[in-house]
T-cell receptor
């Protein structure tokens, strides 16, 4: 298993540009989520999904969109990048019904918005 | 939302037990406590979780107080590789699904 993969690893955007951060998992997990981590801070939940076609907002959803058309993929879209979105973005996945909801995290995408 | 409070940093001598406390005084009866750690800037790694009873696995032990308002993660014999940020997390059930609420974590430094 590749686990949770994220692309790209690094990205620099100009203010106002849009882009999509990719996340994929091959463990057939129902639950997938996106977090952002600012320097010296913990992780904050942006959006999450409990299955294909179902998404919901986390703590800091403004400026981001998500969709979940398949179980495997959960892309995060930045609609119009702002310097405040400079951060490290982590995708995670887990089972939802197995009893142990250990989340598996991807390696992260480091985004800089200038 | 149930939140967690952790000391920002701790030191521990190599080979000694590292005891990392967490306060989650607003936790509800069906909310689990999870512990993860993050080494450098990698993705967080699962360590252990529990609801009421104490738990142990090959990495660590988790001690949860009877009133469930706090817990302690124990690394029995800390090594230099255990230097990391440790997060205590409450898995909250809301709106028909689960959310993981991260705190700011404890930066553990294991000293040679």
């Amino acid at each position: 298993n590749a686990g949770v993969t994220q692309t790209p690893k690094f990205q620099v955007l100009k203010t106002g540009q849009s882009m999509t951060l990719q996340c994929a998992q091959d463990m057939n997990h129902e639950y997938m989520s996106w977090y952002r981590q600012d320097p010296g801070m913990g992780l904050r939940l942006i959006h999450y999904s409990v299955g294909a076609g179902i998404t919901d907002q986390g703590e800091v959803p403004n400026g981001y969109n998500v969709s979940r058309s398949t179980t495997e993929d959960f892309p995060l879209r930045l609609l119009s990048a702002a310097p405040s979105q400079t951060s490290v973005y982590f995708c995670a996945s887990s089972y939802l019904t197995s009893g142990n909801y250990e989340q598996y995290f991807g390696p992260g995408t480091r985004l800089t918005v200038t | 939302d149930a939140k967690t409070t952790q000391p920002p940093s701790m030191d521990c001598a190599e080979g000694r037990a590292a005891n990392l406390p967490c306060n989650h005084s607003t936790i509800s009866g069906n909310e689990y406590v999870y512990w993860y750690r993050q080494i450098h800037s990698q993705g967080p790694q699962y360590i252990i979780h529990g609801l009421k009873n104490n738990e142990t696995n090959e990495m660590a032990s988790l001690i949860i107080t009877e009133d469930r308002k706090s817990s302690t993660l124990i690394l029995p014999h800390a090594t230099l590789r255990d230097t990391a940020v440790y997060y205590c997390i409450v898995r909250r059930y809301t709106s028909g699904t689960y959310k993981y609420i991260f705190g700011t974590g404890t930066r553990l430094k294991v000293l040679a």
